[in-house]
């Protein structure tokens, strides 16, 4: 027997992204489940950031940010960059940072950085999903074969919208 019940977006995990993104020497993390690929030529991914948050105000301004990919070992920061907004408290000593192209901070500690700029803005009622063009990326190279990066050497976490954390599931194929 189905139940009607409200719509809403559903996905079954999200993926677990640190956005870096820095103004002027102001640099800030948050945590973002809201994350996705969009195509392969040009390398395009979104996030979707919610208007009154610091990130959102930093990315408008910066028109850069970046994409790293935390392990599991990261999950109490990853946990403190997701409950804490920079407006109130200043996360920029969270991580150590290594800069790309355009002055771009990206998390040392992440085995896996994209570094973006904003492609494309689409204005929502309450968020704004920032579209980025992944203009560099690094891998710790113990996550690369053949300079793919594998997800499983990754250690990647996925979230729910629940606020459970969870390790990727084990390879039935
Ligand atoms: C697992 C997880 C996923 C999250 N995903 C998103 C997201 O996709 N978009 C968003 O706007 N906020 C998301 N948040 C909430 C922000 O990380 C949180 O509100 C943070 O304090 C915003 O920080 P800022 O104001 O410094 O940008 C998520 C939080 C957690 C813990």
Known sequence: ?????????????????????????????????????????????????????????????????????????????????????????????????FYGENDVPMISECPVNMNCKVYKIIDTKDMFVFIGQVVEMYSD???LASDQVIATKVDPLLCTIQGKFFKMGIEIE
């Open 1 to 97: 027997m189905k139940k009607s019940i409200s719509p809403r977006p559903f996905v079954a995990a999200m993926p677990v992204v640190l956005v870096a993104v820095k103004n002027d020497e102001n640099i800030n993390f948050a945590t973002h489940g809201m994350y996705g690929q969009l195509c392969n030529e040009p390398p395009l991914i979104y996030i979707s950031v919610i208007k009154n948050h610091l990130t959102a105000k930093m990315i408008n301004n910066a028109n850069t940010f970046s994409i790293n990919i935390p392990n599991s070992q990261l999950l109490e920061k990853i946990k403190f960059c997701g409950n804490v907004t920079g407006i109130e408290k200043d996360k920029s000593q969270t991580f150590d940072v």
């Open 141 to 143: 190279e113990e996550c």
